[in-house]
Protein backbone atom coordinates (compact mmCIF):
# COMPACT_ATOMS: atom_id res chain seq x y z
CA UNK A 1 0.00 0.00 0.00
CA UNK A 2 1.34 3.37 -1.03
CA UNK A 3 1.82 6.29 0.83
CA UNK A 4 -0.35 8.97 0.19
CA UNK A 5 0.89 12.25 -0.55
CA UNK A 6 -1.25 15.11 2.08
CA UNK A 7 -2.50 17.79 0.70
CA UNK A 8 -1.78 21.34 1.26
CA UNK A 9 -3.77 21.83 3.56
CA UNK A 10 -3.56 18.28 5.79
CA UNK A 11 0.67 19.56 5.91
CA UNK A 12 0.04 22.50 7.34
CA UNK A 13 -2.52 21.03 9.62
CA UNK A 14 0.13 18.06 10.41
CA UNK A 15 3.13 21.06 11.07
CA UNK A 16 0.92 22.65 13.17
CA UNK A 17 0.43 19.56 15.37
CA UNK A 18 4.18 18.52 15.48
CA UNK A 19 4.93 22.28 16.99
CA UNK A 20 2.12 21.75 19.46
CA UNK A 21 3.31 18.57 20.73
CA UNK A 22 7.12 19.02 20.57
CA UNK A 23 6.51 22.40 22.61
CA UNK A 24 4.18 21.03 25.56
CA UNK A 25 6.63 17.95 25.66
CA UNK A 26 9.72 20.19 26.39
CA UNK A 27 7.63 22.99 28.31
CA UNK A 28 6.68 20.21 30.58
CA UNK A 29 10.13 18.04 30.17
CA UNK A 30 13.07 20.58 31.26
CA UNK A 31 11.66 22.00 33.99
CA UNK A 32 10.66 19.08 35.95
CA UNK A 33 13.87 17.39 34.91
CA UNK A 34 16.79 20.54 35.56
CA UNK A 35 14.96 22.39 37.67
CA UNK A 36 12.87 20.31 39.84
CA UNK A 37 14.96 17.28 39.58
CA UNK A 38 11.63 15.00 39.47
CA UNK A 39 12.88 12.04 36.53
CA UNK A 40 9.85 10.46 36.90
CA UNK A 41 7.67 13.14 36.44
CA UNK A 42 9.34 14.66 33.72
CA UNK A 43 8.75 11.65 32.17
CA UNK A 44 5.24 11.26 32.12
CA UNK A 45 4.96 15.43 30.99
CA UNK A 46 6.95 14.29 28.34
CA UNK A 47 4.71 11.04 27.10
CA UNK A 48 1.78 12.46 28.05
CA UNK A 49 1.41 14.85 24.88
CA UNK A 50 2.73 12.58 22.60
CA UNK A 51 0.29 9.97 23.46
CA UNK A 52 -2.89 12.03 23.27
CA UNK A 53 -1.64 14.77 20.71
CA UNK A 54 0.35 12.58 18.55
CA UNK A 55 -0.65 8.61 18.78
CA UNK A 56 -4.56 9.87 19.10
CA UNK A 57 -6.31 10.77 16.34
CA UNK A 58 -8.81 13.27 18.22
CA UNK A 59 -10.73 15.28 15.38
CA UNK A 60 -11.74 18.85 15.69
CA UNK A 61 -10.71 22.24 15.86
CA UNK A 62 -8.21 23.41 18.46
CA UNK A 63 -10.91 24.32 20.99
CA UNK A 64 -12.63 20.90 20.54
CA UNK A 65 -9.52 18.74 21.16
CA UNK A 66 -8.75 20.56 23.99
CA UNK A 67 -11.83 20.18 25.57
CA UNK A 68 -11.80 16.63 24.52
CA UNK A 69 -8.42 16.06 26.81
CA UNK A 70 -9.49 17.78 29.58
CA UNK A 71 -12.55 15.67 29.58
CA UNK A 72 -10.42 12.72 29.23
CA UNK A 73 -7.96 13.79 32.07
CA UNK A 74 -9.67 12.21 34.94
CA UNK A 75 -9.66 9.18 33.21
CA UNK A 76 -6.32 8.74 32.41
CA UNK A 77 -5.40 9.25 35.95
CA UNK A 78 -7.60 6.51 36.81
CA UNK A 79 -5.66 4.21 34.03
CA UNK A 80 -2.35 5.78 35.08
CA UNK A 81 -3.11 4.70 38.90
CA UNK A 82 -4.41 1.45 37.74
CA UNK A 83 -1.44 0.35 35.66
CA UNK A 84 0.47 1.36 38.67
CA UNK A 85 -1.09 -0.47 41.57
CA UNK A 86 -1.28 -3.83 38.67
CA UNK A 87 2.58 -3.80 37.57
CA UNK A 88 2.77 -5.92 40.96
CA UNK A 89 2.10 -8.78 39.04
CA UNK A 90 2.76 -9.96 35.31
CA UNK A 91 -0.70 -11.64 35.24
CA UNK A 92 -2.43 -8.81 37.03
CA UNK A 93 -1.34 -6.49 34.49
CA UNK A 94 -2.24 -8.78 31.56
CA UNK A 95 -5.94 -9.10 32.96
CA UNK A 96 -5.72 -5.13 33.22
CA UNK A 97 -4.99 -5.12 29.99
CA UNK A 98 -7.75 -7.21 28.19
CA UNK A 99 -10.26 -5.35 30.09
CA UNK A 100 -8.67 -1.73 29.71
CA UNK A 101 -7.91 -3.05 25.86
CA UNK A 102 -10.99 -3.96 25.11
CA UNK A 103 -13.27 -0.98 27.08
CA UNK A 104 -11.28 1.75 25.08
CA UNK A 105 -11.18 0.00 21.34
CA UNK A 106 -14.79 -0.43 22.50
CA UNK A 107 -15.53 3.06 22.79
CA UNK A 108 -15.55 3.64 19.19
CA UNK A 109 -18.85 3.01 19.16
CA UNK A 110 -19.02 6.69 20.83
CA UNK A 111 -18.16 8.38 17.79
CA UNK A 112 -14.62 9.94 16.25
CA UNK A 113 -13.79 11.82 19.45
CA UNK A 114 -13.90 8.50 21.85
CA UNK A 115 -11.80 6.54 18.91
CA UNK A 116 -9.53 9.48 18.70
CA UNK A 117 -9.27 9.62 22.30
CA UNK A 118 -9.02 5.84 23.27
CA UNK A 119 -5.10 4.87 21.87
CA UNK A 120 -3.79 7.59 24.07
CA UNK A 121 -5.43 6.39 26.93
CA UNK A 122 -4.38 3.14 26.10
CA UNK A 123 -1.15 4.41 26.40
CA UNK A 124 -1.40 6.08 30.47
CA UNK A 125 -2.46 2.20 31.59
CA UNK A 126 0.21 0.46 28.79
CA UNK A 127 3.35 3.05 30.22
CA UNK A 128 2.38 3.34 34.23
CA UNK A 129 1.70 -1.60 34.13
CA UNK A 130 5.29 -2.32 33.37
CA UNK A 131 7.60 -2.24 36.31
CA UNK A 132 9.23 -0.94 38.50
CA UNK A 133 6.33 -2.21 40.58
CA UNK A 134 6.67 1.52 42.45
CA UNK A 135 3.37 2.90 43.84
CA UNK A 136 5.46 5.39 45.85
CA UNK A 137 6.04 7.10 42.61
CA UNK A 138 2.13 7.33 41.73
CA UNK A 139 1.86 11.08 42.40
CA UNK A 140 4.66 11.99 40.54
CA UNK A 141 3.30 10.14 37.46
CA UNK A 142 -0.14 12.00 38.17
CA UNK A 143 1.46 14.91 38.56
CA UNK A 144 3.44 14.59 35.41
CA UNK A 145 0.82 13.26 33.07
CA UNK A 146 -2.00 16.32 34.48
CA UNK A 147 1.22 18.54 33.65
CA UNK A 148 1.41 17.18 30.08
CA UNK A 149 -2.15 17.08 29.23
CA UNK A 150 -3.09 20.68 30.56
CA UNK A 151 0.06 22.13 28.32
CA UNK A 152 -0.93 20.76 25.72
CA UNK A 153 -4.38 21.29 25.85
CA UNK A 154 -3.03 24.94 26.27
CA UNK A 155 -1.24 24.65 23.19
CA UNK A 156 -4.10 23.87 20.93
CA UNK A 157 -5.85 26.74 22.19
CA UNK A 158 -3.04 29.19 21.20
CA UNK A 159 -2.10 27.61 17.93
CA UNK A 160 -5.18 26.04 16.98
CA UNK A 161 -6.38 24.45 13.63
CA UNK A 162 -8.92 26.35 11.29
CA UNK A 163 -12.96 25.16 12.66
CA UNK A 164 -14.69 23.58 9.64
CA UNK A 165 -18.10 24.33 9.56
CA UNK A 166 -20.65 22.49 11.04
CA UNK A 167 -23.03 19.59 9.69
CA UNK A 168 -25.91 21.93 10.53
CA UNK A 169 -24.47 24.79 8.22
CA UNK A 170 -23.71 22.58 5.44
CA UNK A 171 -27.01 21.32 5.57
CA UNK A 172 -28.48 24.47 5.61
CA UNK A 173 -26.03 25.60 2.57
CA UNK A 174 -27.25 22.52 0.78
CA UNK A 175 -31.01 23.19 1.73
CA UNK A 176 -30.32 26.80 0.30
CA UNK A 177 -28.96 24.90 -3.33
CA UNK A 178 -32.11 22.69 -2.99
CA UNK A 179 -34.25 25.79 -2.59
CA UNK A 180 -32.27 27.77 -5.72
CA UNK A 181 -32.80 24.49 -7.50
CA UNK A 182 -36.46 24.15 -7.07
CA UNK A 183 -37.41 27.94 -7.53
CA UNK A 184 -35.66 28.66 -10.80
CA UNK A 185 -35.14 25.56 -12.41
CA UNK A 186 -32.06 26.81 -13.65
CA UNK A 187 -29.09 25.49 -11.45
CA UNK A 188 -27.20 23.96 -13.10
CA UNK A 189 -27.22 19.89 -12.40
CA UNK A 190 -23.40 19.45 -11.48
CA UNK A 191 -23.60 21.78 -9.30
CA UNK A 192 -26.97 20.23 -7.30
CA UNK A 193 -24.79 17.22 -6.89
CA UNK A 194 -21.98 18.65 -5.62
CA UNK A 195 -23.87 20.22 -3.09
CA UNK A 196 -25.30 16.87 -2.65
CA UNK A 197 -21.90 15.25 -2.09
CA UNK A 198 -20.73 17.65 0.48
CA UNK A 199 -23.37 16.18 2.96
CA UNK A 200 -21.59 12.37 2.56
CA UNK A 201 -20.08 12.08 5.78
CA UNK A 202 -17.00 10.87 3.90
CA UNK A 203 -16.63 14.14 2.96
CA UNK A 204 -17.26 15.48 6.02
CA UNK A 205 -14.42 15.82 8.65
CA UNK A 206 -14.75 13.06 11.64
CA UNK A 207 -15.38 15.77 14.33
CA UNK A 208 -18.40 17.32 12.83
CA UNK A 209 -20.17 13.92 11.32
CA UNK A 210 -23.55 13.44 13.36
CA UNK A 211 -22.53 9.89 14.15
CA UNK A 212 -23.37 9.90 18.14
CA UNK A 213 -26.44 7.55 19.42
CA UNK A 214 -29.11 10.49 20.09
CA UNK A 215 -31.77 11.87 18.80
CA UNK A 216 -30.14 14.96 17.24
CA UNK A 217 -27.31 13.26 15.47
CA UNK A 218 -29.68 10.55 13.92
CA UNK A 219 -31.99 12.97 12.82
CA UNK A 220 -28.70 15.23 11.63
CA UNK A 221 -27.74 12.20 9.35
CA UNK A 222 -30.91 11.15 8.07
CA UNK A 223 -31.59 14.99 7.24
CA UNK A 224 -28.26 14.79 5.60
CA UNK A 225 -29.27 11.94 3.44
CA UNK A 226 -32.97 13.39 2.07
CA UNK A 227 -31.42 16.25 1.36
CA UNK A 228 -28.96 14.43 -0.69
CA UNK A 229 -31.38 12.89 -2.26
CA UNK A 230 -33.44 16.08 -3.11
CA UNK A 231 -30.74 17.41 -5.09
CA UNK A 232 -30.18 14.52 -7.05
CA UNK A 233 -33.19 14.46 -8.06
CA UNK A 234 -33.90 18.04 -9.01
CA UNK A 235 -30.65 17.71 -10.76
CA UNK A 236 -32.80 14.39 -12.53
CA UNK A 237 -35.54 16.47 -13.14
CA UNK A 238 -33.38 19.14 -14.87
CA UNK A 239 -31.66 16.70 -17.22
CA UNK A 240 -34.37 15.09 -18.45
CA UNK A 241 -37.67 16.25 -18.07
CA UNK A 242 -37.65 19.81 -18.91
CA UNK A 243 -39.84 22.29 -17.60
CA UNK A 244 -43.13 22.06 -19.37
CA UNK A 245 -46.58 23.83 -19.71
CA UNK A 246 -47.51 22.71 -15.83
CA UNK A 247 -48.46 24.44 -13.94
CA UNK A 248 -49.59 21.87 -10.95
CA UNK A 249 -45.78 20.94 -11.34
CA UNK A 250 -44.42 24.65 -11.02
CA UNK A 251 -46.70 25.61 -8.01
CA UNK A 252 -45.53 22.27 -6.08
CA UNK A 253 -41.73 23.35 -6.99
CA UNK A 254 -42.17 26.60 -5.56
CA UNK A 255 -43.69 24.59 -2.26
CA UNK A 256 -40.74 22.88 -1.91
CA UNK A 257 -38.28 25.62 -2.67
CA UNK A 258 -40.43 27.85 -0.19
CA UNK A 259 -40.10 24.83 2.56
CA UNK A 260 -36.36 24.18 1.96
CA UNK A 261 -35.47 28.02 2.69
CA UNK A 262 -37.42 27.93 5.69
CA UNK A 263 -35.61 24.53 6.81
CA UNK A 264 -32.65 26.30 6.41
CA UNK A 265 -33.35 29.04 8.49
CA UNK A 266 -34.68 26.89 11.06
CA UNK A 267 -31.58 24.93 11.30
CA UNK A 268 -29.10 27.92 11.35
CA UNK A 269 -31.04 29.75 14.10
CA UNK A 270 -33.76 27.37 15.56
CA UNK A 271 -36.40 29.70 15.13
CA UNK A 272 -39.63 30.06 12.50
CA UNK A 273 -40.08 26.66 11.85
CA UNK A 274 -41.65 25.83 8.82
CA UNK A 275 -45.38 25.11 8.87
CA UNK A 276 -46.36 21.62 9.70
CA UNK A 277 -48.10 20.01 7.10
CA UNK A 278 -48.38 22.04 4.59
CA UNK A 279 -46.25 20.63 1.87
CA UNK A 280 -47.99 16.82 2.63
CA UNK A 281 -51.63 18.88 2.29
CA UNK A 282 -50.08 20.52 -1.18
CA UNK A 283 -48.66 17.18 -2.32
CA UNK A 284 -52.26 15.21 -1.32
CA UNK A 285 -54.05 17.94 -3.69
CA UNK A 286 -51.27 17.59 -6.37
CA UNK A 287 -51.61 13.66 -6.61
CA UNK A 288 -55.83 13.90 -6.03
CA UNK A 289 -55.47 16.33 -9.44
CA UNK A 290 -53.36 13.33 -11.22
CA UNK A 291 -56.01 11.05 -10.84
CA UNK A 292 -58.64 12.91 -11.09
CA UNK A 293 -57.15 13.57 -14.92
CA UNK A 294 -56.01 10.13 -15.25
CA UNK A 295 -59.33 8.51 -14.71
CA UNK A 296 -60.91 11.22 -16.68
CA UNK A 297 -61.85 11.86 -20.49
CA UNK A 298 -59.27 11.43 -23.11
CA UNK A 299 -59.09 15.27 -23.46
CA UNK A 300 -57.94 15.80 -20.03
CA UNK A 301 -55.38 13.78 -19.22
CA UNK A 302 -51.76 15.26 -19.31
CA UNK A 303 -49.33 13.68 -22.22
CA UNK A 304 -47.57 11.00 -20.99
CA UNK A 305 -43.75 13.50 -20.76
CA UNK A 306 -45.74 15.93 -18.58
CA UNK A 307 -47.21 12.57 -16.21
CA UNK A 308 -43.76 11.09 -16.22
CA UNK A 309 -42.57 14.84 -14.83
CA UNK A 310 -45.28 15.47 -11.95
CA UNK A 311 -44.17 11.73 -10.74
CA UNK A 312 -40.71 12.87 -10.44
CA UNK A 313 -41.54 16.39 -8.53
CA UNK A 314 -43.97 14.33 -6.33
CA UNK A 315 -40.94 12.06 -5.59
CA UNK A 316 -39.18 14.82 -4.63
CA UNK A 317 -41.81 16.86 -3.00
CA UNK A 318 -41.49 13.11 -0.86
CA UNK A 319 -37.58 13.90 -0.37
CA UNK A 320 -38.09 17.36 1.16
CA UNK A 321 -40.94 16.93 3.54
CA UNK A 322 -38.57 14.10 4.74
CA UNK A 323 -36.23 16.91 5.06
CA UNK A 324 -38.52 18.84 6.68
CA UNK A 325 -39.30 16.44 9.46
CA UNK A 326 -36.16 15.37 10.47
CA UNK A 327 -34.83 19.24 10.88
CA UNK A 328 -37.60 19.62 13.12
CA UNK A 329 -36.29 16.32 15.19
CA UNK A 330 -32.71 17.87 14.79
CA UNK A 331 -33.82 21.44 16.17
CA UNK A 332 -36.47 20.24 18.61
CA UNK A 333 -35.20 16.70 20.02
CA UNK A 334 -38.61 15.61 19.33
CA UNK A 335 -40.91 15.93 16.46
CA UNK A 336 -43.41 18.88 16.87
CA UNK A 337 -46.05 16.68 15.32
CA UNK A 338 -46.24 12.53 14.78
CA UNK A 339 -43.65 11.61 12.56
CA UNK A 340 -45.00 9.81 9.65
CA UNK A 341 -44.67 7.18 8.49
CA UNK A 342 -43.52 5.68 11.98
CA UNK A 343 -41.05 3.97 11.06
CA UNK A 344 -38.56 5.87 9.21
CA UNK A 345 -38.33 7.69 12.93
CA UNK A 346 -38.71 5.00 15.24
CA UNK A 347 -35.84 6.60 17.32
CA UNK A 348 -37.72 9.73 17.67
CA UNK A 349 -39.91 8.45 20.75
CA UNK A 350 -36.71 6.68 22.71
CA UNK A 351 -34.83 8.58 24.85
CA UNK A 352 -31.14 8.99 24.90
CA UNK A 353 -30.17 6.68 27.44
CA UNK A 354 -32.34 3.96 25.50
CA UNK A 355 -30.39 5.00 21.90
CA UNK A 356 -27.43 4.56 23.35
CA UNK A 357 -28.38 1.31 25.51
CA UNK A 358 -29.10 -0.10 21.85
CA UNK A 359 -26.05 1.13 19.94
CA UNK A 360 -24.04 -0.72 22.59
CA UNK A 361 -26.07 -3.71 22.72
CA UNK A 362 -25.98 -3.46 18.82
CA UNK A 363 -22.75 -3.84 19.08
CA UNK A 364 -21.85 -7.01 21.40
CA UNK A 365 -21.62 -9.62 18.98
CA UNK A 366 -18.81 -11.11 17.10
CA UNK A 367 -21.03 -9.67 14.02
CA UNK A 368 -20.31 -6.26 14.99
CA UNK A 369 -17.18 -4.98 13.48
CA UNK A 370 -16.57 -2.48 16.29
CA UNK A 371 -16.72 -5.26 18.42
CA UNK A 372 -14.35 -7.30 16.66
CA UNK A 373 -11.35 -4.72 16.51
CA UNK A 374 -12.08 -4.16 19.96
CA UNK A 375 -11.42 -7.92 20.84
CA UNK A 376 -8.38 -8.04 18.45
CA UNK A 377 -6.76 -5.07 20.05
CA UNK A 378 -7.19 -6.00 23.68
CA UNK A 379 -6.43 -9.77 23.11
CA UNK A 380 -2.75 -8.35 21.16
CA UNK A 381 -1.73 -5.98 23.84
CA UNK A 382 -2.62 -8.21 26.80
CA UNK A 383 -0.31 -11.24 24.73
CA UNK A 384 2.10 -8.44 24.28
CA UNK A 385 1.93 -7.53 27.90
CA UNK A 386 2.40 -11.65 28.72
CA UNK A 387 5.13 -12.01 26.41
CA UNK A 388 7.24 -8.63 28.09
CA UNK A 389 6.56 -9.51 31.65
CA UNK A 390 7.77 -13.14 30.48
CA UNK A 391 10.70 -12.23 29.08
CA UNK A 392 11.14 -9.45 31.17
CA UNK A 393 11.81 -7.53 28.62
CA UNK A 394 13.96 -3.96 30.10
CA UNK A 395 11.54 -1.46 27.88
CA UNK A 396 8.49 -4.18 26.80
CA UNK A 397 6.65 -1.09 27.01
CA UNK A 398 7.57 -0.88 23.44
CA UNK A 399 6.10 -3.92 22.44
CA UNK A 400 2.65 -2.98 23.32
CA UNK A 401 3.23 0.61 21.51
CA UNK A 402 4.08 -1.64 18.33
CA UNK A 403 0.53 -3.53 18.54
CA UNK A 404 -1.47 -0.57 19.14
CA UNK A 405 0.17 1.44 16.49
CA UNK A 406 0.82 -0.79 13.68
CA UNK A 407 -2.28 -3.27 13.90
CA UNK A 408 -4.34 -2.65 11.24
CA UNK A 409 -8.25 -3.76 10.28
CA UNK A 410 -6.78 -6.68 8.01
CA UNK A 411 -3.26 -8.53 8.22
CA UNK A 412 -2.32 -7.92 4.69
CA UNK A 413 -2.54 -4.17 6.22
CA UNK A 414 -1.00 -4.93 9.42
CA UNK A 415 2.17 -7.35 7.49
CA UNK A 416 2.88 -4.12 4.94
CA UNK A 417 2.68 -1.73 7.87
CA UNK A 418 5.05 -3.81 9.98
CA UNK A 419 7.69 -4.51 7.18
CA UNK A 420 8.17 -0.53 6.81
CA UNK A 421 8.15 -0.20 10.59
CA UNK A 422 10.65 -2.62 10.65
CA UNK A 423 12.90 -1.16 7.93
CA UNK A 424 12.37 2.16 9.74
CA UNK A 425 13.30 1.47 13.42
CA UNK A 426 16.04 -0.89 12.21
CA UNK A 427 17.68 2.48 10.10
CA UNK A 428 16.31 4.64 13.01
CA UNK A 429 18.44 2.16 15.56
CA UNK A 430 21.42 2.49 13.99
CA UNK A 431 21.38 6.11 13.59
CA UNK A 432 20.79 6.45 17.18
CA UNK A 433 23.58 3.85 18.26
CA UNK A 434 26.07 5.89 16.95
CA UNK A 435 24.34 8.88 18.85
CA UNK A 436 24.82 7.49 21.82
CA UNK A 437 28.16 6.47 20.95
CA UNK A 438 29.70 9.17 19.77
CA UNK A 439 27.98 11.54 22.68
CA UNK A 440 28.06 9.52 25.33
CA UNK A 441 27.15 10.85 28.71
CA UNK A 442 26.83 14.41 27.66
CA UNK A 443 23.33 15.15 28.66
CA UNK A 444 23.73 18.76 27.94
CA UNK A 445 23.78 17.95 24.20
CA UNK A 446 21.16 15.39 24.43
CA UNK A 447 19.13 18.60 26.28
CA UNK A 448 19.77 20.27 22.81
CA UNK A 449 18.84 18.09 20.46
CA UNK A 450 15.66 16.61 22.01
CA UNK A 451 13.43 19.71 20.63
CA UNK A 452 14.72 19.81 17.41
CA UNK A 453 14.59 15.68 17.18
CA UNK A 454 10.73 15.88 18.47
CA UNK A 455 9.54 18.71 16.32
CA UNK A 456 11.51 16.81 13.12
CA UNK A 457 10.04 13.06 13.68
CA UNK A 458 6.70 14.35 14.68
CA UNK A 459 6.55 16.25 11.09
CA UNK A 460 8.36 14.49 8.65
CA UNK A 461 7.31 11.10 10.14
CA UNK A 462 3.08 11.66 9.49
CA UNK A 463 4.13 13.03 5.65
CA UNK A 464 6.59 10.43 5.05
CA UNK A 465 5.28 7.03 5.89
CA UNK A 466 4.93 4.78 8.37
CA UNK A 467 9.30 3.67 7.99
CA UNK A 468 10.51 7.62 8.65
CA UNK A 469 7.92 8.22 11.97
CA UNK A 470 8.94 4.33 13.26
CA UNK A 471 13.03 5.84 12.82
CA UNK A 472 12.76 9.10 13.69
CA UNK A 473 10.78 8.15 16.89
CA UNK A 474 13.10 6.06 18.03
CA UNK A 475 16.10 8.82 17.49
CA UNK A 476 13.24 10.94 20.09
CA UNK A 477 13.45 8.03 22.48
CA UNK A 478 17.68 7.92 22.56
CA UNK A 479 17.64 11.63 23.17
CA UNK A 480 14.83 11.93 25.76
CA UNK A 481 16.38 8.43 28.09
CA UNK A 482 19.87 9.88 27.72
CA UNK A 483 18.85 12.46 30.21
CA UNK A 484 17.05 10.64 32.39
CA UNK A 485 19.06 7.97 33.55
CA UNK A 486 22.61 6.40 31.70
CA UNK A 487 22.43 4.66 28.58
CA UNK A 488 24.56 2.75 25.69
CA UNK A 489 23.52 1.75 22.18
CA UNK A 490 21.85 -1.27 24.06
CA UNK A 491 18.63 0.88 23.79
CA UNK A 492 18.58 0.77 20.35
CA UNK A 493 18.83 -2.50 20.44
CA UNK A 494 16.31 -3.22 22.74
CA UNK A 495 13.92 -0.87 21.30
CA UNK A 496 14.84 -2.99 17.87
CA UNK A 497 13.83 -5.84 19.59
CA UNK A 498 11.20 -4.65 21.53
CA UNK A 499 9.14 -3.50 18.12
CA UNK A 500 9.77 -6.50 16.38
CA UNK A 501 8.22 -8.71 19.26
CA UNK A 502 5.19 -6.66 18.76
CA UNK A 503 5.40 -6.93 15.15
CA UNK A 504 4.90 -10.50 15.45
CA UNK A 505 2.33 -10.89 18.18
CA UNK A 506 0.12 -8.11 15.71
CA UNK A 507 0.63 -10.38 13.00
CA UNK A 508 -0.26 -13.28 14.55
CA UNK A 509 -3.76 -11.65 16.14
CA UNK A 510 -4.49 -10.46 12.59
CA UNK A 511 -3.99 -13.97 10.91
CA UNK A 512 -6.14 -15.64 13.42
CA UNK A 513 -8.83 -13.10 14.51
CA UNK A 514 -10.60 -11.88 11.16
CA UNK A 515 -7.59 -11.37 8.74
CA UNK A 516 -9.80 -10.12 6.10
CA UNK A 517 -11.01 -7.25 8.55
CA UNK A 518 -14.61 -6.13 7.96
CA UNK A 519 -15.30 -8.17 4.26
CA UNK A 520 -17.52 -10.95 5.59
CA UNK A 521 -19.97 -8.31 7.41
CA UNK A 522 -19.87 -5.92 4.61
CA UNK A 523 -20.76 -9.55 2.15
CA UNK A 524 -23.76 -10.14 4.71
CA UNK A 525 -25.03 -6.36 5.00
CA UNK A 526 -25.16 -6.72 1.55
CA UNK A 527 -27.19 -9.64 0.98
CA UNK A 528 -29.78 -8.33 3.85
CA UNK A 529 -30.06 -5.58 2.46
CA UNK A 530 -31.14 -7.10 -1.11
CA UNK A 531 -33.05 -9.40 0.74
CA UNK A 532 -35.41 -6.84 2.01
CA UNK A 533 -35.08 -4.75 -0.81
CA UNK A 534 -36.67 -7.59 -2.34
CA UNK A 535 -40.08 -7.45 -0.73
CA UNK A 536 -40.68 -4.30 -2.16
CA UNK A 537 -40.54 -5.35 -5.69
CA UNK A 538 -44.16 -6.94 -6.87
CA UNK A 539 -43.76 -10.54 -8.63
CA UNK A 540 -44.50 -10.80 -12.57
CA UNK A 541 -46.72 -13.30 -13.83
CA UNK A 542 -44.82 -14.61 -17.06
CA UNK A 543 -48.93 -15.29 -18.26
CA UNK A 544 -49.94 -12.20 -18.11
CA UNK A 545 -49.84 -9.77 -20.96
CA UNK A 546 -47.46 -7.15 -21.01
CA UNK A 547 -48.95 -3.67 -19.93
CA UNK A 548 -49.50 -1.77 -22.95
CA UNK A 549 -48.86 2.46 -23.42
CA UNK A 550 -52.78 2.57 -23.28
CA UNK A 551 -53.10 0.97 -20.81
CA UNK A 552 -50.35 3.11 -18.64
CA UNK A 553 -52.13 5.97 -19.69
CA UNK A 554 -55.21 5.53 -17.92
CA UNK A 555 -53.39 4.11 -14.73
CA UNK A 556 -53.32 6.48 -11.78
CA UNK A 557 -49.35 7.26 -12.51
CA UNK A 558 -47.36 7.88 -9.61
Given at each position: MAH??????????????AIRVAVAAGAGFYPLLYGAGLPVMALYALFAPIAIG????????GRQRAGVMVRALPWALVLATLGTLLAVETWAAVGGMLVVGFLL????????????????????????????????????????????????????????????ATYRERLARALGEAARGAASGDVPPRELRDAGARLRLGSVPPAERPAGAGRDDRALEQAGRAVRRLLDQ???????????????????????????????RFVRTGDDPPVAGALEKAMRDFQAERVRRAS????????VEVERRQSQVLALAESA??????????????????????????Y?????????????????????????????????????????????LSHGFWVLLAVLTLGRTTAGATWRAVRLAVAGNAAGALVAG??????????????????????????????????????????????AFAQIEPVTWRLSEARMIDVVTGSVIGLLCGLLAWPAGARREVHRAMAALLRTCAELVPATDPDEPPVTSSRRRTAPPG
Open positions: VIPTGQERATIVRRLLSPIPGSAFAAVGGPRPAGAGPGLQLFYILACFPPYAPDTLGQRLSGLAVGVLLLAAFELLLPDPSALATLAEKFPAAADPASAALLDRVAGLCTSCAGPPGERHPRMAEITTDIAVHGRPTEPAAPRRLFWAELSTPELWARRVAGNMTFRSVLFQNALRTALGLAAARAVAGSLDALLVGLGPHTDVYAALLGPVMLVAFALGPLLGVAYAQGLFTLVVAT
